[in-house]
């Protein structure tokens, strides 16, 4: 990075913290998508949408997101 901050500096950070924080909610709430979007101040749309970004599956107590290389 250096000394200058790249353009898309909001959506780098916004990558590496939203998922691991999707899933830390979806696992407290055993896998709910209502109540894990209004934990996250979302609507559930947004939520699945965000699932769907970074593949992220929510089986009732299984949570699980496919690494991309």
Known sequence: MGNTVPENLYQ????EIEPPLIEEILKRTGGNQSRAASMLGITRNTLRTKMQRYSINARSSKITRVRRK
């Open 12 to 15: 780098m950070l916004l990558a």
